[in-house]
């Protein structure tokens, strides 16, 4: 398709009187049924005797680490016959080894094909000549960087040469008011600052749906003149150049119906953020390229930085509700790995391009803030429980399912494994042992396991678990230019070093986190929508004393009932113990700022010119939010703009009737100033008078 024709797009006129979006295009998506499996119009090419030969070895070295393992495991046990509790402890070693070693196999393979490809970005950027919307959906984020971002991206993407093929889309979900406004007035300012006619704003004042109900509204309205469209989150950036090469990766696959990039995490400032991003930078690649080499065209999505195929998802990719009460029923949370999962059965190729570069985000700030997206997360795979039965998957779209799920069980599970083994000694040491059990026996039964072997599983074990993080370090020792972007071998050792103990210090509090918040999700709590935190990580004293007080608790916990068998086992008890005994300590310092040289990456020491742009655009930008109401009365252009971007209104019907609007109408009727409606007015209610033209004048009119 060639560029849009004037007939689709506004009419030029005065930029605060206009409806920043263009004629309306609309294309069906119906909601998909998880019951009926759809006959695939077409197989990726990727599929074949090659991927099911790598797909094998994965599993196979899973099977053989954790059979080996198992073993090992049963003679350290089985000194002696093997107790339940013992055999309790075997099955849940187990799983929790096969989880272990089948990512130490993706990250085997992830060293090879690093090691033995070397990967290179051809300098001179390939033609395209496909429609693509660029869609940046956003839920009560700062405005002000947020259109610093989107600004920078823009100015990429017109560097090109390819800018006219693109139409930038603000899809806001934000129910702040004041956010509402402050976005209005940030992206007029950004429209008249970059003079593209490409970029549009569009803001739902009922998020059904979340994010994934934000991009279907977007479809059914306006898809249909797109041939493709880029998923963003609110903290990403992307490079022109990498813009252009997704676009052209899928061109030249007319299987791909979604090829994903790998974000670099950017702008850390916390200890924990840093720690995140430095780990990110020097093991995703790793990761990432191991998965690809098996994933093939049966990858996964993760919901922003991808590029997918409009029609493709419209027609395959529509999201049904889940049956039953929240949190299993109601729409889905994590919606990226069911849309992925649906467009491959549909015979649509889902694909990773691992080592493309030039696509980033951002990560929350603090060890809480972390844990409150990640119980969102939690959530939403969980849900998954409801769609791995579903009709026509992929085997290994199940799978995606599975390790997803697994990824939050597994700390239960982990925390279950520690507390049985706990058990297990405080019974050798309080409970008396029934040497002769009911029965003839010629021998006493002695309860005794094998120390010297258990150290050897326990080493293995870790093993399985830091060896891929060394073999990271290896692939930057291996690689002159990369050795030198992260500071040198020296440096880049030291980081990995410093990442495995601080990682280790936070893992048994995440543990807890986590095992928490499986436990409220089986007993029914819902986990809402909050708004992210993008950069200041500092936490409240009481807080901190409160978030962390489990964690400490059953680090004491676990500290006495140790010490209570013995001092060697305190000891050997003591990496856990430590983390969980000074959470309060941990999650206070690694959420405050972090120096610049530790854990630095690449990006930190030669900024990409996009991430230098947005940077600089967003420390110039204005500082603060206005009350909504207050700014419209203050800026008539604003409010004419305001008001252009507002929806025609809906009949009134009985059913119908906005509450928060009637209550704030009232308040405002009985307020003889404008500064006395708004002190009584809720956010809710000043929400709701934004979405109505006659009652947002009422209230403005005020004297």
């Known amino acids: 398709m060639g560029p849009l024709t004037t007939a689709t797009r506004p009419v030029a006129g005065d930029i605060a009187t206009e409806r920043l979006l263009p004629r309306e295009t609309p294309l069906p998506m119906a909601p998909g049924d998880l019951g009926k499996g759809r006959v695939p119009d077409r197989v990726p090419a990727a599929v074949g005797s090659a991927m099911a030969w790598r797909r094998g070895l994965i599993l196979l070295a899973t099977a053989a680490l954790t059979g080996a393992g198992g073993f090992e495991m049963y003679r350290v046990l089985e000194v002696g016959g093997v107790t339940v509790l013992e055999a309790m402890v075997l099955v849940l070693f187990l799983v929790l080894l096969a989880w272990v070693a089948f990512s130490f196999a993706s990250a085997l393979a992830g060293f090879f094909v690093l090691l033995t490809h070397p990967t290179a970005v051809d300098a001179e950027l390939p033609a395209i000549v496909s429609r693509t919307a660029m869609l940046l959906p956003t839920y009560n984020e700062d405005p002000h960087r947020l259109t610093a971002r989107l600004r920078s991206m823009i100015e990429s993407l017109e560097a090109t040469s390819h800018g006219e093929l693109f139409d930038w889309y603000v899809l806001s979900d934000s129910t702040d008011p004041d956010i509402w406004v402050a976005e209005e007035k940030a992206?007029?300012?950004?429209?008249?600052?970059?003079?593209?006619?490409?970029?549009?704003?569009?803001?739902?004042?009922?998020?059904?749906?979340?994010?994934?109900?934000?991009?279907?509204?977007?479809?059914?309205?306006?898809?249909?003149?797109?041939?493709?469209?880029?998923?963003?989150?609110?903290?990403?950036?992307?490079?022109?150049?990498?813009?252009?090469?997704?676009?052209?990766?899928?061109?030249?696959?007319?299987?791909?119906?979604?090829?994903?990039?790998l974000p670099t995490v950017v702008n850390a400032r916390s200890l924990f953020s840093r720690v995140q991003q430095f780990a990110g930078r020097l093991y995703g690649p790793m990761i990432a390229a191991g998965v690809a080499w098996w994933h093939g065209s049966e990858g996964n999505y993760w919901g922003h930085n991808a590029i997918i195929r409009v029609k493709a998802f419209a027609e395959a990719a529509a999201l049904p509700q889940l049956r039953g009460p929240k949190p299993f029923g109601g729409h889905i949370l994590s919606h990226?790995?069911?849309?992925?999962?649906?467009?491959?059965?549909?015979?649509?190729?889902?694909?990773?391009?691992?080592?493309?570069?030039?696509?980033?985000?951002?990560?929350?700030?603090?060890?809480?803030?972390?844990?409150?997206?990640?119980?969102?997360?939690?959530?939403?795979?969980?849900?998954?429980?409801?769609?791995?039965?579903?009709?026509?998957?992929?085997?290994?779209?199940r799978l995606h399912f599975m390790v997803g799920i697994g990824a939050y069980l597994t700390a239960p599970l982990w925390l279950l494994f520690l507390l049985l083994g706990m058990l297990i000694s405080l019974q050798a040491r309080f409970v008396r042992p029934e040497y002769f059990p009911k029965g003839f026996s010629l021998f006493?039964?002695?309860?005794?396991?094998?120390?010297?072997?258990?150290?050897?599983?326990?080493?293995?074990?870790?093993?399985?678990?830091?060896?891929?993080?060394?073999?990271?370090?290896?692939?930057?020792?291996?690689?002159?230019?990369?050795?030198?972007?992260f500071g040198g071998a020296l440096r880049t050792s030291a980081g990995v070093l410093a990442e495995i103990v601080v990682s280790a210090l936070m893992a048994p509090v995440m543990m807890i986190f986590q095992s928490i918040a499986v436990i409220e999700i089986l007993a029914g709590r819902d986990a809402g929508w909050q708004t992210q935190r993008r950069d200041d990580g500092t936490v409240e004293r009481r807080e901190l004393y409160r978030k962390y007080g489990v964690p400490t608790l059953c680090g004491v916990a676990m500290a006495a009932s140790a010490y209570a068998v013995s001092l060697p086992l305190l000891l050997w008890m003591s990496p856990v113990i430590v983390g969980l005994l000074f959470a309060v300590p941990i999650g206070a310092l690694t959420a405050r700022p972090a120096p610049g040289k530790l854990f630095a990456t690449p990006e930190d020491r030669e900024p990409p010119s996009i991430l230098r742009r947005a940077n600089e655009l967003s420390a110039a930008a204005e500082v603060g939010i206005k009350p909504a109401l207050v700014e419209l009365r203050e800026a008539p252009e604003l409010l004419a703009f305001h008001i252009a971007q507002l929806p025609p209104p809906r009949a009134a019907r009985p059913d119908?009737?906005?509450?928060?609007?009637?209550?704030?109408?009232?308040?405002?009727?009985?307020?003889?100033?404008?500064?006395?409606?708004?002190a009584h007015l809720s956010s809710r209610e000043v929400f709701s008078i934004l979405n109505d033209r006659s009652s947002l004048s009422t209230v403005l009119q005020k004297p």
């Not at 989150?233 to 899928?250: E, F, N, P, W």
């Not at 649906?342 to 080592?355: D, K, S």
């Not at 119908?656 to 708004?678: H, M, P, Q, R, Y």
Request: include cysteine; proline fraction near 5%; charged fraction near 20%.
């Open 187 to 261: 992206l007029l300012a950004l429209r008249q600052a970059v003079g593209t006619p490409r970029l549009y704003y569009r803001h739902r004042a009922d998020n059904t749906a979340r994010k994934a109900g934000n991009i279907s509204e977007w479809i059914t309205r306006f898809g249909a003149v797109y041939d493709f469209m880029i998923v963003l989150d609110a903290d990403s950036l992307m490079s022109g150049q990498t813009i252009v090469r997704l676009v052209h990766a899928i061109e030249a696959n007319p299987t791909a119906g979604l090829v994903q990039t």
């Open 336 to 397: 990226d790995f069911v849309e992925a999962a649906l467009m491959r059965r549909a015979g649509w190729g889902i694909y990773m391009l691992p080592t493309l570069g030039g696509s980033y985000e951002e990560v929350p700030p603090s060890l809480l803030d972390f844990a409150a997206r990640d119980r969102r997360w939690c959530q939403g795979n969980l849900q998954h429980l409801a769609v791995v039965p579903a009709r026509g998957l992929h085997w290994v779209s």
């Open 444 to 485: 006493p039964t002695w309860p005794a396991q094998d120390p010297v072997l258990a150290i050897w599983v326990f080493v293995a074990t870790m093993g399985l678990l830091l060896l891929p993080k060394l073999l990271s370090l290896v692939l930057v020792w291996t690689r002159g230019p990369v050795r030198n972007q």
């Open 656 to 678: 119908t009737v906005d509450v928060n609007l009637a209550i704030g109408c009232a308040k405002a009727d009985v307020s003889e100033t404008f500064e006395e409606a708004i």
